[in-house]
């Protein structure tokens, strides 16, 4: 999962949450399933809070330059 973009873990979660919306999921698979989903969650929300750390940094410095919007990987 480190490796994934933000954009990707995305569209994994959507992929995960169309299994579990169809109902034709086996209850362990399901459990697989919402538990990938919840570490994807944690994932992007970590991203986010990164990149909102950085955004917020600019506006308190008010520089704009080298504005890199990949996230570290602190896992």
């Known amino acids: ?9 995305i569209k994994r979660l959507e992929e995960i949450v169309d299994l579990l919306e169809n ?3 086996s209850l ?8 990938e989903g919840v570490q994807l969650s944690r994932y992007c929300s970590k991203k ?3 990149v ?3 955004v917020s ?6 520089q704009l330059e080298d504005f890199d919007v990949e996230v570290e990987n602190n896992e």
Do not use: R
């Open 23 to 25: 109902n034709e999921t």
């Open 48 to 50: 986010l809070g990164n």
């Open 1 to 9: 999962m480190e490796k994934m973009t933000f954009e990707q873990a």
């Open 28 to 35: 362990d698979d399901s459990v697989e399933l919402f538990q």
């Open 57 to 62: 940094k600019i506006l308190i410095d008010g």
């Open 52 to 54: 909102e750390n950085k």
